[in-house]
């Protein structure tokens, strides 16, 4: 081994002496990466300890984002209604689809798509994203895929406000089964969460993720009953409701809201599972990868 | 606040900490190539995990390697050593940025590092809402940063800019703002990567006198410079590397 330096550095290492109430870091090499500590227990302890920079990042973000447009926050309305009106005169007057309040119809799916989609995209760049903190200052890492959908929730919330208005504009009915919307939500931002961490950590190694990412969301757009009335699908086509784990959470969605009918348990049920089971999958994915990111970043 | 052990516990101690680099890792990888080789990785776990030491060696590189010191409280000690010794890498494993590969570390007490002045800075955002989420990102709270605010704006000379997004700013308003944001965070450790040279002649005697009472206040430095004068004058020690280890550490 080294010699002891004479004088103030000693090499002596007395690990078990410390006894003061102040912070003290253990980081060990050989830890196994699969205990309970690691993959739960201390990400938990750090995000809660980082608690004022969750808050920071959410309202960071949505500050830059609008920052010199004139109109601001109001894009985050603005957008899901113009595309509705895009698709509302495709659909109604192309292809002559004759729903009641089929503007609602559409508007409802779109928001729930958008949580997904834009939680996808954000929340899988959010790590490549913060590349120049990652690289340089200790943070529990997992915060940037969580902010990310966080942030999508709060556009959501405005979109919803739109929603209420569209409903009262549109003459639509309103259903008490509408307060049921945010127990829709919470599988739904389960399943958006583990997914950002899960593309997140995998888009560090593999760069060609985020275009794969995009394909694949504009196919799995028309997968989704966002447009289309899922009851009225062909026999041989409803494999596609059952798979895509979307399907059943913009139908929730749609159910509580346009149709004024609750989903059944065994559906919630199982998108609540679906849900918990992607968050789980995610987290683990993201903690088991998250020390080599800096190596790739 | 002193009890005994507060006071004779090390700052700092690495115990044979060594990080590994793989040279490979410009390769592009295909997805077949991946599944293969961690296939072959799992069918090795599972038989034992000591395998480990034997895959990918030609490609290894040891940034560091077998580094073991302590650090006593209210010590400046300064890295010193090369390009590419390894003074960085033992750094961002004391603050925690990098996971080492071998050996273990304990850091006691509030660490702040002066690595890259405002790295997490934005610059659409003023300066005072930087200094917000920059403080976050130590782990301050809303309350505690505001009342930090103002010492660290008068500190950092912006008292008239401070509402300007830092995107307008100079290089060295800056690195005032990160100097002073991150020194006021009161660590009981501090990490300084050659960020002293920042800003004009007064500016930098007062970071000087703010390292000055940092020491004075039995807080710990870890300084890494390449300017002999500055290691003279801050540090009380100094252990050279080489090629990655510890090479004769200087009396």
Not at chain 1, 117 to 134: E, P, R
Not at chain 1, 180 to 201: E, R
Not at chain 2, 148 to 162: N, T, W
């Amino acid at each position: 081994m080294t010699p002891a330096l004479p004088g103030i550095i000693s090499y002596r290492v007395n690990p078990e002496s410390t006894a003061a109430a102040e912070p003290v870091v253990h980081i060990r090499a050989d830890r196994g990466n699969w205990d309970f500590h690691n993959l739960v227990r201390a990400p938990i302890q750090e995000l809660v300890q980082f608690k004022e920079l969750i808050r920071n990042t959410v309202v960071r973000d949505i500050k830059v984002r609008y920052k010199r447009s004139v109109l601001g926050i109001a894009w985050t309305i603005i957008a899901p209604l113009m595309q509705m009106i895009v698709m509302w005169t495709v659909f109604t007057k192309a292809f002559q689809v004759s729903m009641p309040n089929y503007a609602l119809y559409l508007f409802s799916g779109i928001i729930t798509w958008n949580l997904f989609s834009q939680s996808s995209v954000a929340g899988g760049a959010s790590i490549l994203g913060a590349a120049g903190l990652i690289t340089k200052i200790k943070l529990p890492r997992v915060l940037f895929p969580l902010t990310a959908v966080i942030n999508n929730l709060v556009n959501f919330s405005f979109a919803f406000a739109a929603l209420l208005l569209l409903m009262v504009v549109t003459r639509a009915p309103f259903h008490w089964t509408m307060l049921s919307v945010p127990f829709m939500l919470l599988p739904l931002i389960l399943f958006c969460m583990g997914w950002a961490m899960l593309v997140s950590a995998l888009s560090v190694f593999f760069r060609d993720l985020q275009y794969i990412l995009e394909i694949a969301l504009g196919a799995l757009f028309y997968a989704t009953p966002i447009f289309w009335d899922p009851t009225a699908l062909p026999a041989k086509w409803h494999w596609v409701a059952s798979v895509n784990p979307l399907a059943k959470y913009v139908f929730m969605m749609k159910a509580s809201i346009y149709h004024g009918v609750l989903p059944n348990f065994s559906t919630y049920a199982i998108a609540t599972f679906t849900g918990l089971a992607m968050f789980v999958i995610g987290w683990i994915v993201f903690q088991r990868l998250q020390r080599k990111f800096i190596y790739w970043i | 606040m002193a009890t005994s052990s507060l006071l004779t516990t090390p700052a700092v101690e690495l115990k044979g900490v060594g990080v590994r680099y793989q040279l490979n890792l410009e390769k592009v990888f295909s997805l077949k190539e991946l599944l293969v080789s961690k296939a072959t990785r799992l069918g090795r776990q599972l038989r034992g995990r000591e395998q480990q030491k034997t895959r990918r060696t030609a490609d290894d590189f040891w940034a560091i390697r077998d580094i073991s010191f302590s650090v006593p409280r209210g010590v400046c000690i300064g890295l010193t050593g090369r390009n590419g010794s390894g003074k960085s890498t033992t750094l961002k494993v004391i603050s925690g940025v990098l996971h080492p590969t071998e050996g273990e570390l304990w850091v006691r007490g509030r660490v702040s590092a002066l690595i890259e002045l405002g790295a997490g800075f934005n610059p659409d955002l003023t300066g005072r809402e930087n200094i917000y989420f920059g403080a976050s990102v130590s782990g301050l709270s809303r309350a505690e940063t505001a009342k930090r605010i103002d010492r660290i704006v008068d500190f950092a000379e912006l008292r008239d800019f401070i509402d300007m997004p830092v995107r307008n700013y100079s290089s060295g308003m800056y690195a005032r703002l990160g100097f002073a944001l991150a020194t006021d965070v009161d660590p009981d450790l501090l990490i300084v990567d050659e960020v002293l040279s920042v800003g004009d002649a007064p500016f930098q005697q007062k970071c000087k006198d703010r390292m000055e009472s940092f020491k004075k206040r039995n807080k710990t430095i870890l300084f890494v410079s390449h300017d002999p004068q500055a290691i003279q004058d801050f540090c009380d020690t100094t252990i050279e590397l080489k090629d990655g280890r510890i090479n004769s550490p200087n009396p």
